[in-house]
């Protein structure tokens, strides 16, 4: 075992899992990743203090100053319940001199907002869905080079939030009306891409310089009816009821084309490069019925739990969970601020 370590976990002050939970608990709970890594790594001899992290800096300076932690193992998604925030914190956690795991401020910033990302993929010859954005506030007007069938997202907030089946749009009138609810149910500006009709790829890598792929894991569904798009909306990301009604799985991809199977590493790591992430990050494609993959974006710090895609592929890859969490720790330790300069 790696020598014992004070590690501060920075969890949202609304997933803190309890010391003790009910195992009956343990499957379904909203704070199920938070309480994998923190016990995973308490098991491996760490001493582990976790922070619940609402609107206060403060808290994080504090906490620092009694624990004195070697790294922090940051699971933070937002800060203030602002998605793009969460660059601050660990520009924060520069200022402070305190190694962190996960993704530095400039990735972080690169691959957060989905337009933005998808221009600096574009400079890099990398293959991504056309897009436009259309902010809140502003007339709308979709540009003439943009082509059904689309799909809607929120420019910048993450797990799926406001995607569903309706998010495919096939006209004018559907792309704004979709367009709409993004501006006032969820308060985000919304960018609609290209839909790449074909199967949801996802592929894991952990690395600062040197990089290490994990295998291709494909989104399936085993009771979706034959017509329905093959996305990975907000219920199939967070409803364990939908789930099961619709059969969804993430296992290793079989069959890919040989092109594909050769392609797709090699592009995962063209993109972490090009949007400078360190650590960790799952990069989604969609692979079209040519077996051409298309780069959707960049998941830095993607989920973390136990039998999750990324972990299980870490661990098809030969990495189990306490091995991941290690090189993760391990990485945030060895990673230096100015390599961003």
């Known amino acids: 075992m790696k020598r014992p370590l004070r590690i501060l976990a ?11 939970p009910r195992t009956s608990e343990l499957k379904t709970a909203d704070w199920k ?37 070697q790294v922090a193992f940051n699971l933070l998604e937002d800060f203030h319940g602002v998605p793009i925030y969460d660059q601050n914190v660990v520009s924060y956690l520069e200022l402070l001199q305190v190694p962190y795991t996960g993704c530095n401020p400039r990735g972080l910033l690169l691959s957060r907002d989905k337009a933005i990302s998808k221009m600096l993929l ?42 569903s089946q ?28 290209q839909y790449v009709d074909g199967r949801e790829l996802y592929v894991g890598i ?3 310089d040197r990089l290490q792929v994990f295998p291709t894991w494909e989104l399936g569904f085993k009771n979706l009816p034959d ?48 949007l400078q992430l360190n650590g960790y990050a799952r990069i989604d ?19 973390l739990a136990y039998g999750e895609d990324f972990a299980e592929s870490a661990e098809q890859a030969g990495l189990d969970y306490p091995e991941l969490l290690q090189r993760i720790v391990q990485l945030g330790m060895s990673w230096s601020p100015e390599r961003t300069g």
């Open 285 to 303: 494609m969609r692979l079209d019925a040519e077996g051409r993959p298309f780069v959707l974006e960049a998941n830095p710090n993607p989920q």
């Open 33 to 69: 990743m938070e309480y994998d890594v923190v016990a995973t790594l308490a098991n491996a001899g760490h001493e582990v203090h976790t922070l619940g992290v609402g609107s206060d800096l403060g808290a994080i300076r504090d906490a620092i100053e009694e624990r004195k932690p």
């Open 227 to 274: 017509e329905a798009p093959r996305i990975a909306t907000e219920r199939v990301k967070w409803s364990p009821a939908y789930q099961k009604k619709v059969g969804v799985s993430t296992s290793a991809a079989k069959d890919l084309p040989n092109g594909a199977a050769l392609a797709i590493p090699r592009l995962a790591k063209r993109v972490y490069r090009a």
């Open 166 to 193: 309706a998010s495919i749009v096939n006209n004018d009138e559907e792309l704004a009306a979709r367009v709409k609810l993004m501006h006032e149910r969820h308060g985000t500006h919304a960018i609609a891409e």
């Open 122 to 163: 574009a400079s890099h010859r990398i293959p991504t869905p056309e897009f436009a954005v259309f902010r809140r506030g502003q007339r709308f007007r979709r540009p003439a080079r943009l082509r059904f069938p689309l799909i809607v997202k929120s420019l910048n907030k993450e797990g799926s939030v406001g995607i």
């Open 206 to 208: 952990v690395g600062n």
């Open 10 to 20: 920075l969890v949202d002050e609304r997933l803190k899992p309890p010391e003790n």
